[in-house]
């Protein structure tokens, strides 16, 4: 007589075990989740120096800057196969090798003398990056749930607002030695490994004796469930990242000149995300609910923004815009990850991520040809404004559908 088939359990009715649910496994993710943040921003302070090092190389003002953008291509590309990977391997497992490789990696230009072989480094720095984020989402899903697992995923954007302006100015105080030693950063992977080895338990669904074969047939991944949500993550990533990006451009349209008064505005806006980060924590309902409201709220800062006449007044618009991209990216997170079970969750994490990360990579390139339709960038971030509202306003009429 066959053995029936259980059906495929939904997303949070899987739970995960109970082992090492100490606050030393939260602080392991979130340090894991900032070290994809520190590729992208550790290094900006030092790219003049390292272009005048290498000032006799073709091609050089090509290619230093794309050592700096380099890892979160490799990482948008490389995170749905790492996702796989994680699937079947298992999370702590790969996180750990990951890391290891990561921090070896990373430091690698250290002693390296050649520029390309330096860009090489950085792409195989973007497979590990790829790895470790997707690694460190997937486990927050299966540690957690609920209102707990929103708190975290929260808490995993507050510390990458936070680490990013920690990683920058560390990375200009380093800079003032070397534009080499900014590198030495990458060797905390290193330190992160091995107590993840030991701090992090496998997943354990309840009821299924192996975390990494869940019960129930082999069935296809729900891609038809995560394409909506994976497209609207590329645009949120866009606005997500248009302020850091474009902050010291738009205030230089107005005048302002001094690196101190911009690195301020910039700290003051990131200083809005974690702000809003908190709030999302904080605020009753469903993240599907308040998506619509979130994306108004990036919209209305944008908008402010392209019609300012005074850098006290962009200021005012970034803050009103990062308040709501704090809570825009747990929102879109979280959304993703109710849509997942247990055996898919690995492969879900892992297309969210290049999602994106394939925002973050496109955002400049888009603004770019804003600028150049739109005649300013301060006009080309309205636009993205106004486009920010029109997806609030779709967003909301399909909910009352």
Known sequence: MSRPVSPPAPADSLR????????????????????????????????????????????VKTLVPVVLTIPALALALL????????????????????TIVYALLGTAPLWLNS???????????????????????????????????????????????????AFFVLGGALGSASWRAPFWIYAVGLLLAPV?????????????????????????FPVRRMAGICALTVFGAMVFYTVPVEMSYLLDDLGVKSTGVIGLATALASAATVVGSIAFTRLSGGAAGRLPLVFALCGAGFVVIALANSPVIVVV?????????????????????????????????????????????????????????????????????????????????GRRR
């Open 16 to 59: 995960p075990s109970t082992e090492n649910t100490g606050p030393l496994r939260a602080v392991l993710l979130m340090a894991g989740s900032c070290l994809p943040v520190l590729g992208a921003v550790l290094l900006a302070p030092v790219l003049p120096k390292m272009q005048e090092h290498f000032a006799a190389v073709p091609g």
């Open 79 to 98: 995170a749905p196969f790492a996702g796989v990977i994680v699937d079947r391997l298992g999370r702590v497992r790969l996180l750990v090798v990951a």
């Open 115 to 165: 520029l390309g072989a330096i860009v090489i480094s950085r792409v195989l720095v973007g497979i590990t990056e790829a790895a470790i984020m997707t690694c460190c989402t997937t486990l927050i899903g299966d540690y957690y749930s609920g209102r707990t697992r929103d708190r975290y995923l929260a808490l995993q954007t507050m510390c990458a607002s936070v680490s990013a302006t």
């Open 196 to 220: 993840m080895a030991i701090t992090l338990s496998k997943p354990r669904p309840a009821g299924v004796e192996e975390a990494e074969e869940p019960t129930g047939e082999k069935r296809p």
């Open 317 to 397: 618009g970034a803050v009103l815009n990062c308040l709501g991209t704090g809570m825009l990216l747990p929102s879109l997170l979280t959304i993703a990850m109710s849509r997942l079970s247990y055996a898919d969750r690995g492969r879900g994490t892992g297309l969210w991520t290049a999602a994106f990360f394939a925002g973050e990579f496109i955002c400049p390139l888009v603004l770019i040809g804003l600028e150049s339709a739109a005649g300013s960038m301060a006009y080309a971030v309205g636009l993205l404004g106004l486009a920010s509202a029109l997806v609030a306003g779709g967003l909301l009429l």
